[in-house]
């Protein structure tokens, strides 16, 4: 257990694997981006849906 630990604690620390461990990191906002903006989308369709009803 302890040369496991010892090679999962190097492969983390390798340079090479910060980039996809600094993008995983984020993978939780970006779901609230994705929400951000279908609300965002939802609300302009609503709009032009309630324009559409005043003519």
Request: no cysteine.
């Amino acid at each position: 257990m302890l040369i496991t630990f010892i090679g999962l604690f190097i492969w983390v620390l390798l340079p090479g694997n910060k980039k996809r461990f600094d993008e995983a990191s984020q993978l939780p906002f970006e779901d609230d981006e994705q929400d951000k903006r279908s609300r965002e989308e939802l609300e302009r369709e609503d709009r032009a849906h309630n324009r559409r009803d005043d003519k």
